[in-house]
Each structure stands twice: as structure tokens, then as C-alpha cells.
């Protein structure tokens, strides 16, 4: 079954458009590497009232908004292999600058997860 690292971070809506920049690039040096899919997703339906929405969780602030972001791979070897390359990759290097980025990484959340239905 496949691997996925997926992503939950708050970006502030005036950064959106250097925020998809980044991740086209981004996105682009994992698909180089192997990386099977590469998605960036921005919050769209985030006032839930059934559950705990992602803002809650995360705790947005004034003028942020919620991405939710995944990377596919064919296993956890395959994502260990295709990682290693990437953060090799001197274009990745390039756009690692923290005070250059355009949200607060240190708010992000991050796992791998193994895959066990796929429908």
C-alpha cells in the first residue's frame, strides 16, 4: 500500500499567492525525486459545526486561512528515499530560508501515515 506525509499549516491570506509559488516548486522537486502526488489545498468549508474544525485546532489567527497538503509515495522506503533526495536538492536549499517563508513554520503539523483502504 502507499505512504503519504500530510501537512496541516495556517497561512495568512496575504500570502497566499508566495505560498503556491513555493509549493509549485516544491511540488515539482518531489514529482522529480518520485514522489507519486503532490497537493496543496486551501480551506474552503472550514465553519464546521459537527466536529472541531481545522481553525480551531490549529488556531488560526485574524487574516489566516487553513491548507491541508499531502504527498504520495509507494511505501515508507520510498518516501525515506525520496525525502533524502529532496532535502539534497539545492533548490530546495534555496527556498528553506525560515525568515523568508511565507507562513510560521513552527505552527505546522506533520506525519507519515501508512495507507489501509484505499477505495
Known amino acids: 500500500m502507499a ?3 500530510g501537512y ?3 497561512v495568512p491570506k496575504k500570502n497566499l499567492k508566495a505560498y503556491f509559488r513555493m509549493a509549485k516548486k516544491a511540488g515539482r522537486i518531489w514529482r522529480d525525486h518520485g514522489a507519486l502526488e503532490y ?3 486551501v ?3 472550514l465553519d464546521i459545526k459537527m466536529c472541531v ?3 480551531r485546532q490549529i488556531k488560526v489567527k485574524r487574516g489566516e486561512t487553513v491548507l491541508f497538503s499531502w ?5 515508507r522506503a520510498h518516501r525515506d528515499k525520496v525525502n533524502a533526495k529532496v532535502m539534497a536538492d539545492p533548490r530546495i536549499a534555496k527556498m528553506c530560508n525560515a525568515k523568508k517563508m511565507p507562513f510560521d513554520c513552527k505552527r505546522m503539523v506533520y506525519g507519515g501515515f501508512k495507507v489501509e483502504v484505499e477505495a
Open 43 to 45: 480551506g474552503d468549508d
Open 39 to 41: 497537493r496543496e489545498c
Open 53 to 55: 474544525p481545522f481553525p
Open 3 to 5: 505512504y503519504v506525509d
Open 8 to 10: 496541516v499549516l495556517p
Open 71 to 75: 504527498i504520495v509515495y509507494k511505501s
